[in-house]
């Protein structure tokens, strides 16, 4: 009797010895995950397949990488078919960072990983790719749960790298004049139409748009305004006629077409940037994105005319905790409502973007925009808002930034929205935004870019 006890242990033992064995051999032999394509710019979509599963396998699809001193990462839970494929594209997760059928929601739902504060995700070089790990876990996996390191152990794997830039666009770093930025410029032989590319007051060079931008066959010129050495510290000590020297600066550029050129900014970047076009005649078109309609500066005369301007009310601020409100400094009672600079005068096209769920910039000053418009020119003004969705509204599958430090203000800023319908409006809108700048800037070698770098790569 003990000796058929034993045979039988042994029994059971091989069988398990035998599973582990078949299911470490299915990550060595015939398990496989793909990418449609590596490398990619980094609004294009990007196509994920898992062959070489059981049917019915249950799998955790687990993405890593590292920006600056921080880890991002997310994971979704996919079930495999009766051929033993999962493929991002046409499947839904069932959970995870993100649940239903979303090809990109393994890119817009990454966070930090546990143990590391909670930020942005912002390329500070752009000329670089994202190196992204994407790996395979068996079973459903929390993201608490998962291995969140270099070389951490999967069922297998592989690289992508998602780009700002196409091969051949150039950046230059600008600091002359007392200007300070960086320009972009596309591959191929210019003059290109030249858009110039504001910011908000977080202070420093926000590159990626600009990087981006070049990519789709626009020079580019991301300008600082506040917060870097020999600039103004704050809003307050801003000098607006900074702002057309350096439209002058991108216009007069050798390799910028004088008679295309446009602007987009996001949060009081809009303000400064209507106020550019209200000088400038030769600017055709703008997009703001969350942005304000006047600028945001003190009292000033600028080229001999007096510069409509708005001030902070920081006593109209609500705190969340430590985290800062801003949107009820523009309230639906205030009369008047402060709507724009007259940016629309010369005829430029305006293309105005805006959460409803900001929780920086109040929607309803888009409105006040809208109803203050001069009839003769209220055909020039596209506007379109995305409930849901917050402040920093970037380009398509980057992660929604619920909160950060402004350092300029020392504020931990509140900035709104939810993740799925956050992403789900920069999917949409940027592909708006390009068109908006095609149709107005005559842009005609965009597809000849992107042709040359698909054949390229």
């Given at each position: 009797?003990i000796?058929?006890?034993r045979l039988l242990n042994?029994?059971?033992?091989?069988?398990?010895s035998?599973?582990?064995?078949?299911?470490?051999?299915l990550?060595?032999?015939?398990?496989?995950i793909?990418?449609?394509?590596s490398p990619?710019?980094i609004?294009e979509?990007?196509?994920?397949r898992?062959?070489?599963?059981k049917?019915?396998?249950?799998i955790t699809i687990?993405?890593?990488?590292?920006e600056?001193?921080k880890?991002f990462g997310?994971?979704a839970?996919f079930?495999?078919d009766?051929?033993?494929n999962?493929?991002?594209?046409?499947?839904?997760s069932?959970?995870?960072?993100?649940?239903?059928l979303?090809p990109m929601?393994?890119?817009?739902?990454?966070?930090?990983t546990?143990?590391?504060k909670?930020?942005?995700?912002l390329?500070?070089?752009?000329?670089?790719?994202?190196d992204?790990t994407?790996a395979?876990?068996d079973?459903?996996?929390e993201?608490d749960s998962l291995p969140?390191?270099e070389?951490?152990?999967c069922?297998t794997?592989?690289?992508?790298?998602?780009?700002?830039?196409?091969?051949?666009?150039?950046r230059?770093?600008?600091n002359?004049?007392?200007?300070?930025?960086?320009?972009?410029?596309?591959?191929?032989?210019g003059p290109?139409?030249?858009?110039i590319?504001?910011?908000?007051?977080?202070?420093?060079?926000?590159e990626?748009?600009?990087?981006?931008?070049?990519?789709?066959?626009?020079?580019?010129?991301?300008?600082?305004y506040?917060g870097?050495?020999?600039l103004?510290?704050?809003?307050?000590d801003?000098?607006?006629?900074?702002f057309l020297?350096?439209?002058d600066?991108?216009?007069s550029?050798?390799?910028?077409?004088?008679?295309?050129?446009?602007g987009?900014?996001?949060?009081?970047g809009?303000?400064?940037l209507?106020?550019?076009a209200?000088r400038?005649?030769s600017?055709k078109?703008l997009?703001?994105?969350?942005?304000?309609?006047?600028?945001i500066?003190?009292?000033?005369?600028v080229e001999?005319?007096?510069?409509?301007?708005?001030?902070?009310?920081?006593?109209?601020v609500k705190?969340i905790?430590?985290?800062?409100i801003?949107r009820?400094?523009?309230?639906?009672?205030?009369?008047?409502?402060?709507s724009?600079?007259?940016g629309?005068?010369?005829?430029a096209?305006?293309f105005?973007?805006?959460?409803?769920d900001?929780?920086?910039?109040?929607?309803i000053?888009?409105d006040?925009?809208k109803?203050?418009?001069?009839?003769?020119?209220?055909n020039?003004?596209?506007?379109?808002?995305?409930?849901g969705?917050?402040?920093?509204l970037?380009p398509?599958?980057?992660p929604?930034?619920?909160t950060s430090?402004?350092?300029?203000?020392k504020m931990n800023?509140l900035w709104g929205?939810n993740d799925?319908?956050?992403?789900h409006a920069?999917?949409?809108?940027w592909?708006?935004?390009?068109?908006f700048l095609?149709?107005?800037?005559?842009q005609?070698?965009?597809s000849?870019?992107?042709q040359?770098?698909?054949?390229?790569v």
């Open positions: 009797m000796a058929r006890r042994l029994l059971h033992l091989n069988k398990v035998q599973y582990q064995i078949n299911k470490y051999n990550s060595t032999s015939c398990l496989e793909k990418v449609s394509k990619v710019l609004d979509e990007v196509n994920i898992v062959n070489g599963l049917q019915g396998q249950k687990q993405t890593y990488m590292k600056g001193d880890t997310s994971c839970h079930t495999a009766c051929q033993g999962v493929d991002t594209c046409r499947d839904h069932q959970g995870g960072t993100f649940t239903g979303e929601g393994l890119f817009w739902s990454a966070r930090t546990p143990g590391v909670p930020g942005r995700l390329k500070t070089d752009v000329m670089s790719p994202y992204v994407i395979v876990q079973d459903f996996k993201f969140w390191s070389n951490f152990p069922l794997s592989c690289q992508l790298q998602r780009s700002y830039v196409l091969p051949g666009v150039q230059f770093s600008i002359e004049n007392g200007l300070q930025g960086t320009f972009y410029t596309p591959l191929g032989n290109f139409p030249g858009v590319d504001l910011f908000g007051l977080g202070g420093g060079i926000v990626f748009r600009s990087a981006l931008l070049a990519s789709h066959g626009f020079a580019s010129f991301v300008l600082g506040v870097l050495p020999g103004s510290r704050n809003e307050l801003l000098n607006l006629h900074y020297r350096a439209f600066w991108m216009a550029h050798p390799s910028v077409d004088p008679n295309k050129l446009g987009i900014a996001t949060c009081v809009g303000g400064y209507q106020f550019i209200s400038r005649p600017m078109c997009v703001t994105v969350n942005g304000t309609g006047m600028p500066a003190s009292k000033q005369l001999g005319k007096e510069a409509e301007v708005l001030s902070f009310k920081f006593d109209r705190y905790d430590d985290l800062v801003f009820d400094m523009i309230q639906p009672g205030d009369r008047p409502i402060p724009s600079c007259p629309w005068q010369h005829g096209k305006i105005a973007i805006h959460g409803l900001d929780q920086c910039v109040n929607p000053a888009l006040a925009f109803k203050n418009l001069p009839e003769e020119f209220k020039n003004l596209t506007w379109i808002s995305y409930p969705t917050g402040h920093l970037e398509p599958y980057a929604r930034c619920g430090f402004n350092k300029i203000l800023m929205g799925k319908q956050h992403a920069q999917e949409d809108s592909p708006r935004i390009l068109d095609e149709q107005n800037l005559h005609t070698n965009t000849q870019v992107n040359q770098y698909n054949q390229g």
